[in-house]
């Protein structure tokens, strides 16, 4: 089993920063991919920002300038530096990993953290 501990969501005001922090733990061989979507009332959830094993970093058009995604490889965590937010940033923002697995022959699996609320205001 692999966990997902998702941190650093609240209330800002527009034009302020947050940064969330996801950690992945558990059985863990390597992690292929990892980031955040987001899921605004009413809408779809949408890829905000995903890395690779190898680094190379994958964003939104609506966040691209503004949002940074970071990882630290040794703690399987992922780090989302999220600047100049706009009340359409408002959503609730779900970790995401990819991974592959001790003691698994079946590839690898997609995990998702319980979500983090993020609430810009006007």
């Known amino acids: 089993q692999v966990q997902l501990v998702e941190s650093g969501g609240g209330l800002v005001q527009a034009g302020g920063s947050l940064r969330l922090s996801c950690a992945a733990s558990?059985?863990?061989?390597?992690?292929?991919?990892m980031g955040w979507y987001r899921q605004a009332p009413g809408k779809q959830r949408e890829l905000v920002a995903g890395?690779?094993?190898?680094?190379?970093?994958n964003y939104a058009d609506s966040v691209k300038g503004r949002f940074t995604l970071s990882r630290d490889s040794a703690k399987n965590t992922v780090f989302l530096q999220m600047n100049s937010l706009k009340p359409e940033d408002t959503a609730v923002y779900y970790c995401n990993a990819d991974v592959f697995r001790y003691y698994s022959d079946t590839g690898s699996f997609r995990y998702w953290g319980q979500g983090t609320q993020v609430t810009v205001s006007s």
């Open positions: 890395i690779t094993s190898s680094g190379s970093t």
């Open positions: 558990g059985s863990i061989f390597s992690i292929n991919i």
